[in-house]
Structure formats: C-alpha cells, structure tokens
C-alpha cells in the first residue's frame, strides 16, 4: 500500500537517495555511477536549508518523491504576492509507474503552493512527463527566455 508524506530533516538519507537515484534515470547514467561529493553535500544543504517541500511515496522504502522549490520575487501585476515556485525532481520507480502516484505527489505540493500564496509553480520536463503536466494544467510557456551562465561567456 503506497503511503504519501511530507519530508522532514529526519529523512536526509532518504531524500539524498532519492534524488541521486533519479538524477540516474533521467539521465540515463549507469546504475553504478558515483556522484562527487561535493554534488552530494549541495544537495543535502539545499534540503536542509532552502525553502522547499518534498514530498516522498512510500511502499517498503521511497518509490517517489517531488519537490517544489519556493521563491520570492518583486511583485509584478500577473503576480502580485511575488510568490512564485519551481517543481522538481518528480520521479516514479518504473514498477509502480501509471498508477497515479506521481500525480498524488503533485497534487499534495500544489495544494500547498496556493496556501502560501503562490501565483505561478513552473517546471521542466521530459518529453514523458508533459502529459501528465498538461493533464493537472500547466501549459507550454513563451513568456520567458533563460541565460544559462555555465553555457554563456559574456
């Protein structure tokens, strides 16, 4: 029976894992490769520190987890709390993928998003996840456009 909760500080390992594990499959890195460490304690800052929700599914042990980064922005007039949030890392071992868990998960985070006042959660995806993106509304954006600065010299 899948079980669905919020991550707490007690669950580091867990969320670690979870998060290496699924980095792996989408992209498509070998089972037994060896993340640095420094990647490693990043990842268990941004946890322990940054404003965040994770939410884990369980069935003996983690089978999914999904976080929704939260971030502040001056106020502008299609949003005007400035509350906006970033979803990532959603991921479904395949065994128990297509039975609506991922979903859950969403939905838990969204569910919180608008209790904090958020006005606009965006992601990225994959070409498998859009349509369940789609099916719970998000919708393809060209509202923005993005300067990535590890690709970019100035």
Not at 2 to 26: F, G, H, I, N, P
Not at 90 to 102: C, D, F, H, L
Not at 110 to 125: F, H, M, N, P, Q
Not at 141 to 151: G, I, K
């Amino acid at each position: 029976m899948v079980t669905y909760r919020m991550a707490s500080r007690d669950d580091m390992e867990l969320l670690v894992q979870s998060r290496l594990e699924m980095l792996k499959v989408v992209n498509a890195l070998p089972q037994d490769y060896v993340f640095g460490e420094g990647f490693i304690a990043k990842s268990r800052e941004y946890f322990e520190k940054a404003d965040q929700t994770t939410v884990l599914a369980m069935d003996k042990g983690v089978i999914g987890c999904a976080t929704m980064c939260y971030m502040e922005m001056m106020p502008t007039f299609s949003h005007p709390t400035g509350k906006r949030a970033h979803l990532m890392n959603v991921y479904t071992k395949s065994e128990y993928r297509r039975q609506g868990i991922a979903r859950q998960m969403l939905h838990m985070l969204i569910c919180e998003a608008k209790e904090r006042g958020v006005t606009e959660i965006s992601l990225d995806t994959t070409e498998s996840g859009r349509p369940l993106y789609k099916s719970c509304g998000f919708v393809e954006s060209d509202e923005c456009m993005v300067l990535n600065l590890n690709q970019t010299e100035l």
